[in-house]
């Protein structure tokens, strides 16, 4: 029993040790902090950002991101300082260039790819509604009618 | 009425040909930034001896490599074995970034394991691992005479990569004035 209790204990403990805190001078630069820790990926753990992940990396990187913010450093140059050492690939927001133009104008090119097959259903559609029934058609449809009716 | 049949399919085969790609793309490989870039600047002390200390400067005219390891990193250990080898000869300035590391522990693992770097640097913080971007180790890096950062090898080396990749580009830096 104590030993579980104490396995408990060290639990806890290294749960604790995750978690480092930060002292802000004000308010605004504790929401600049927040910010950019969330805007920043972690590249050990990909798909999380600087600001959820538990790696070493990001409590590294979160670190450099609260000294450089303590010095007075702007966001541009937090942002320059991640991608000169990491690439875009930090940045969850890439920005707009040569490589990123297919990422950035995919969703608007499918977008107009559908609806571009959308108005040709739609065209088509109402060119066969636009059909006018032929005289022998409507004869036929009379007839049909009038030996239903008959019938009952 | 056959374009109803082809374009479908066609739409299937570009999915799998960029989903094909996809696959064969290693997500961890992230290009560094680094490359024909100034090494960044450090000041440490080294590994061995503490009261002297490694700067990037020190090997201006040299093609070196620095190797980011770490007593604690499995994959090093992995590789290990290979850079002993390559290093032998000593004709390869090979040093070594220890990254976020015990100097203590660090010291015994290469006495147990054997020593290829010419200089060790201590990195206990990571804050120079920080600056050359390293964000998995092992990582291996090849500087030129002129101090520019040449190449960069993520995860560990083999053979392979030392015969095909490494050595060729360091005979290459060598006969660049």
Redesign the interface.
Known sequence: MKKIVLCLFLLIQSVHAEIEVYQFTSPELELRYQSLTEELRC??C?NQNIADSHA??AQ??RR?VYEMLSSGQSNAQIIDYM?????D?VLYRPPFNARTILLWFTPVLALLIGALGFMSILNRRETNADEQLSQNELARIKELLYLKSNKK | MRLRFILPLMAFLVMVVFLGIGLKLD??D?????IN?PA?VFTLPQLHAPQKTFSPADMAGKVWLLNVWASWCVSCRQEHVYLTEFARDGSINLMGLNY?DEPAAAMQWLERLGNPYKISISDI???A?????V??VPETFIIDKKGIVRHKQTGPVDPTILQTIIMPLIEQLNRES
Do not use: I
């Not at chain 2, 992230?30 to 680094?34: C, I, Q, Y």
């Not at chain 2, 691992?129 to 971007?133: E, N």
């Open positions: 590249l050990v990909q070493e990396l590294d990187l450099k991608t000169e050492r990491y690439g690939f | 997500p961890h992230v290009p560094s930034p680094l870039k960044p976020k913080d990571g804050m691992g920080l600056d050359w971007g964000y998995g």
